[in-house]
DNA sequence: ATAATTAACTATAACGTTATAGCTAACAAA
DNA sequence: TTTGTTAGCTATAACGTTATAGTTAATTAT
């Protein structure tokens, strides 16, 4: 075991102080060519490294990201870590993982080590039971600490800090009517509990786009999945909910605010031998690789994960590196695409 | 902003020196308890919290582990991160992520980062492009440095450290075994190319069962899907030869490798109005997300991911506490179990 | 010849901790 | 009275860096 040598030992070998070592590998011109040229060698020789975490103490600074997400088996979230991951190595930063299980309290004690510890900044997608709760005082006081924080996807009004978000309301709206433009007028919606910002305003938009075409809503189209914790009871919920709602009235198109929701809707109809999409259309937020290898393959409105992560990771690193002011906020909207599939 | 107290700015508020501050946090009986108490309450109600990137350069331990994976957006290695997050965070420690997206020099670029910074230890799974090359002085290296390494899934014997596999060759003979129990004879192996040793040790077992019940192995059945750099194109090879195999010769099941190569057969033999399972069964490793929203659904080989990154983990964490000795290796072996689905 | 400048280096403090050794006053033991 | 002990605190070094402010000795200017 070979253990990396410091400018102390450095020193000591070549019999000049450690400052010399230091302004020499630096190249300062404070030191004469002869012992600046030997130092560089004898380093390069021994292999050395300078002590980033003593670089850190010293410059205030980890040259390192914390990621606070809600799940990493996912693959939205998993297309945003990794490009947040590709951006921010290409500029210098490490990233820190940590996932809140859409759990508050991990949420906090998540925010709580990274705050104390090796990270110069946060992105983060707030968990459900925050959303729930309406509890933000741990992202408050990050920011309070001086630490920049980035929100993205789930995002709430009240903190002031830069966010990325999806138009997530045009495009459901955007969906909506390319499946009433379809001669389809019982869409059914497949959704999430209320408190889910995004679905939320996944329902408004398909809520509008019915008003516009004049389109009466109606509540039995629309069915909320209740959150549960381990999500085959949660799977069950929707599959039973789904089942008794095609039985008992005329569907002829399914929204589903995720791929999960619509690939459990295709086994549904599977079953119960409903062809898709000649009978019923189904059009599903989050181009993930269930919408691309079910059969038929899903249409899927795309929230382009990798600019959302690239783009977070953007805001953070100016704000880290100065390039834009620390008390002015920009919240960005990316634009969704509706990707053509066969079910629709 | 409210910037973080410091012992030396409560030593100063209080006209005591950083040592008692600190020893009275500590709640060291050298410190009378008057003063003590008092201390301990202006730090309360300051939101005192130790500097831990002080702390360690003091102790020369981060609290951190550094994992570094071929790729984030894949079912397999998304759970086991998820894993290890887990555990490491039950035990105290932070996750570090780094994304070899299969290249050999990206993977030497984390390492080094890693290894000059601020972790304690690393896991990590190999690069099919390192695998290839057979360069493994990166690894090496890092551990000559003193900084443990546990290896999982794609693992290399040269290498001496902790390993946590998976047994693939007994679970690809088996599962071919349960397919020729089946009567099906002629089992088509999609299969990765050689150096990727996973697939290697599948094939081996495919290998065995076959001769194991008399059947001559027939390289025409064996499809080495060509590893490119974008999926698409890898994609489309593996179609166009399935296709090509199917019809020109008698194939009554398929053994995949992974569940991307499965899912890609479904569609080409649902193109081909072949049924599954009648007249063609499959049977894939990965237990992911495709395998189960698929239709008909996929029966798959779980490796237990979870398993794998919980015991990487917990063999790392052991060295970096000192429970094991660090020059005593070991090697698990997680056994992977058959899932039957729809498919075989 | 004296002062000013410069080249080439060194000492020191600081980032925030903790562990070790040291100090002082009070009290007890002999 | 002198020595020893203890309680309660402080000073210092160290972890590995870098920036700032010295310190020399040699060179140049006047």
Same mark, same amino acid.
């Given at each position: 075991? $070979?253990?990396? $040598?410091?400018?102390?030992?450095?020193?000591?070998?070549?019999?000049?102080? $450690?400052?010399?070592?230091?302004?020499?590998?630096?190249?300062?011109?404070?030191?004469?060519?002869? &012992?600046?040229?030997?130092?560089?060698?004898?380093?390069?020789?021994?292999?050395?490294?300078?002590?980033?975490?003593?670089?850190?103490?010293?410059?205030?600074?980890?040259?390192?990201?914390?990621?606070?997400?809600?799940?990493?088996?996912?693959?939205?979230?998993?297309?945003?870590?990794?490009?947040?991951?590709?951006?921010?190595?290409?500029?210098?930063?490490?990233?820190?993982?940590?996932?809140?299980?859409?759990?508050?309290?991990?949420?906090?004690?998540?925010?709580?080590?990274?705050?104390?510890?090796?990270?110069?900044?946060?992105?983060?997608?707030?968990?459900?039971? &925050?959303?729930?709760?309406?509890?933000?005082?741990?992202?408050?006081?990050?920011?309070?600490?001086?630490?920049?924080?980035?929100?993205?996807?789930?995002?709430?009004?009240?903190?002031?800090?830069?966010?990325?978000?999806?138009?997530?309301?045009?495009?459901?709206?955007?969906?909506?009517?390319?499946?009433?433009?379809?001669?389809?007028?019982?869409?059914?919606?497949?959704?999430?509990?209320?408190?889910?910002?995004?679905?939320?305003?996944?329902?408004?938009?398909?809520?509008?786009?019915?008003?516009?075409?004049?389109?009466?809503?109606?509540?039995?189209?629309?069915?909320?999945?209740?959150?549960?914790?381990?999500?085959?009871?949660?799977?069950?919920?929707?599959?039973?909910?789904?089942?008794?709602?095609?039985?008992?009235?005329?569907?002829?198109?399914?929204?589903?605010?995720?791929?999960?929701?619509?690939?459990?809707?295709?086994?549904?109809?599977?079953?119960?031998?409903?062809?898709?999409?000649?009978?019923?259309?189904?059009?599903?937020?989050?181009?993930?690789?269930?919408?691309?290898?079910?059969?038929?393959?899903?249409? &899927?409105?795309?929230?382009?994960?990798?600019?959302?992560?690239?783009?977070?990771?953007?805001?953070?690193?100016?704000?880290?590196?100065?390039?834009?002011?620390?008390?002015?906020?920009? &919240?960005?909207?990316?634009?969704?695409?509706?990707?053509?599939?066969?079910?629709?």
């Amino acid at each position: 075991m $070979i253990r990396r $040598i410091t400018l102390k030992e450095i020193a000591n070998e070549l019999n000049v102080s $450690i400052s010399t070592v230091s302004k020499s590998l630096k190249d300062s011109h404070e030191i004469g060519l002869e &012992t600046r040229e030997k130092i560089k060698a004898f380093a390069k020789a021994h292999n050395y490294r300078p002590n980033n975490i003593a670089l850190s103490l010293k410059n205030r600074k980890t040259k390192t990201i914390g990621v606070i997400i809600p799940e990493i088996v996912h693959h939205f979230f998993s297309i945003v870590i990794n490009s947040i991951e590709k951006f921010s190595t290409e500029n210098g930063y490490n990233v820190i993982i940590a996932v809140s299980n859409e759990s508050f309290e991990k949420e906090v004690l998540n925010m709580e080590t990274l705050a104390n510890g090796h990270i110069d900044g946060i992105i983060m997608s707030i968990a459900k039971e &925050t959303l729930k709760k309406q509890d933000f005082h741990h992202i408050k006081e990050t920011i309070d600490l001086g630490i920049p924080v980035v929100l993205f996807d789930r995002v709430i009004s009240e903190i002031k800090c830069d966010k990325v978000i999806v138009n997530d309301k045009q495009a459901a709206k955007e969906a909506t009517q390319v499946l009433i433009d379809d001669k389809r007028e019982n869409i059914l919606l497949l959704t999430s509990e209320d408190y889910v910002s995004v679905g939320n305003l996944r329902t408004e938009g398909y809520l509008e786009a019915l008003k516009d075409n004049d389109i009466e809503p109606n509540s039995n189209l629309i069915i909320k999945v209740k959150d549960k914790k381990g999500s085959q009871l949660e799977m069950s919920y929707l599959e039973d909910e789904l089942e008794k709602a095609i039985k008992s009235q005329k569907v002829d198109a399914i929204l589903g605010v995720n791929e999960i929701y619509a690939g459990s809707a295709l086994k549904v109809l599977k079953k119960n031998n409903i062809s898709v999409p000649k009978e019923i259309s189904i059009i599903s937020f989050t181009d993930g690789v269930i919408s691309r290898y079910s059969s038929p393959s899903l249409s &899927t409105i795309s929230q382009h994960g990798e600019i959302m992560g690239e783009r977070s990771a953007e805001l953070l690193i100016n704000k880290l590196t100065g390039k834009t002011s620390s008390n002015e906020f920009k &919240t960005e909207i990316i634009n969704c695409s509706l990707i053509k599939r066969e079910s629709s």
